[in-house]
Every structure is written in C-alpha cells, then in structure tokens.
C-alpha cells in the first residue's frame, strides 16, 4: 500500500534552472493538488486537478506549470526557478469513497534555490 | 474570500496539561472543517473534521466542535502527551468544494 509519494525528497538548485517535483498516488483519486509551506503562511495551493487532463490554478500559481496525463501522477515543474520558490512542497490526493473531502498528503519535497 | 486564522505559535505545555488551540474561519453557507497534524519530518495526516454545525469531531483524545454561531472550531485535548507535539492545521473546503483553505499553524511543544 504505497499511498502517495513524492520525489526527490530534498533538490538543490540554481537559479534559472528548470526543476520538475513528482507526485504519484495508488489510490485513483480523482483529485490531486500541490501545495507550497512557508513560515507564517501555513499551506498554500499552487494548483490542482480534478481529473487527467484537468487542472486549474490555486492561490500562487505564478512561474509554476503542472500536467496530468495519468490519473495516478501530477508533476509540478517550476520553469525558471527563482529563491522564492525555496520551499516545501506538498502533493495530496482526494476523492474515493465516502470521505471524498479528507486530502490525503505526500511526504513533501524540500526545494532550495541558490 | 474564505480565510481561517487560527491562534498564534508557539504554545509549549506540560505532559498532562489541558490543550486548547483557537480556530475562526470566514466562509459562506456550511464549510467542512478540519484540523490536520503535522509530526516533524511528515506530510499533513487528518486528525479530525466535522461537515455540519454542531458536529464534534473526534480523535486520539482530541475533540472539536463546529460552531457555526461563532464561527469557530477549536481544537481541545484534555490531557496532552509528548507524542502530541506537532504543528496543528485548521482548515475548511467551501460547500461543493475540493480545495482546502488553511490557517497559518500553531506549533505545538509538549515538555515530560
């Protein structure tokens, strides 16, 4: 039952540099979303998904893409990596059975941009 | 738009010492609410929520109620453990709403 998972756990990078975070879950959720978690800003949505090939923007979308060919992976890329996208970043899942509304959270990625 | 603010960080306690975490959000209609914790090193995990007012939400000796004439959901533990030190996130996803909207944390220290 490997749940949600998210890859790399920690990336180093540079400025200017393109970064894509993984996100993959076993459950079919229908919905996935990432998030980003600063100091004094709790969680924020970057963006989500409800289905393959349907995503929307969240609170902070700017200078972040994502995709979602398959159900099970949501990968967000960060185009041009800028310091204020220094980082953690979580991927989560919703949408099976009777708790439709309970997000379900990866493990988080920690992004440092040089 | 929807907002949650939940009471400022850090709160330290004694092992065995009453909990309380303050939770107010701004929302339309009948919001689901929840709180969610954080262990050091882990993503989020559900610790408990409520869809209607009046609801109680429960878990691991934690309990909060939805009270729709203060707009509140604190979140209350009679009596805490070292385990229980974490960060606590109150949140609520709007009717017919998949997005969640969280409060900022409240970091949570409980000393032997």
């Known amino acids: 039952d490997a749940g949600i998972t998210q890859s790399p756990r920690y990336k180093i990078t540079e400025t200017g540099r393109q970064v894509t975070l993984m996100c993959h879950q076993t459950?079919?959720?229908?919905?996935m979303f990432w998030y980003r978690q600063d100091l004094g800003h709790g969680l924020r949505l970057i963006y989500y998904?409800?289905?393959?090939?349907?995503?929307d923007k969240g609170e902070v979308p700017d200078g972040y893409v994502v995709s979602r060919s398959k159900t099970e992976n949501f990968p967000l890329t960060l185009e041009s990596a800028t310091r204020s996208q220094t980082s953690v970043y979580f991927c989560?899942?919703?949408?099976?059975?009777?708790?439709?509304?309970?997000?379900?959270f990866g493990p988080g990625t920690r992004l440092t941009v040089l | 738009g929807d907002s949650v603010t939940q009471m400022e960080g850090p709160v330290t306690l004694s092992e065995e010492a009453f909990l309380t975490i303050n939770c107010t959000y701004t929302?339309?209609?009948?919001?689901?609410l929840f709180w969610y914790v954080q262990y050091p090193g882990e993503g989020l995990q559900l610790l408990l929520k409520?869809?209607?007012?009046?609801d109680k939400g429960s878990n691991k000796g934690f309990e909060a109620t939805y009270r729709k004439e203060t707009t509140s959901f604190h979140l209350e533990k009679g009596s805490v453990q070292v385990s229980d030190s974490a960060v606590y996130f109150c949140?609520?996803?709007?009717?017919?709403?998949?997005?969640?909207?969280f409060g900022q944390g409240t970091r949570l220290t409980i000393n032997p």
């Open positions: 989560a899942s919703s949408g099976a059975g009777a708790n439709t509304d309970t997000q379900y």
């Open positions: 459950w079919s959720h229908s919905y």
């Open positions: 998904s409800a289905a393959a090939d349907i995503t």
């Open positions: 929302a339309t209609g009948y919001p689901s």
């Open positions: 409520a869809t209607k007012a009046d």
């Open positions: 949140a609520l996803s709007a009717v017919g709403a998949q997005k969640l909207v």
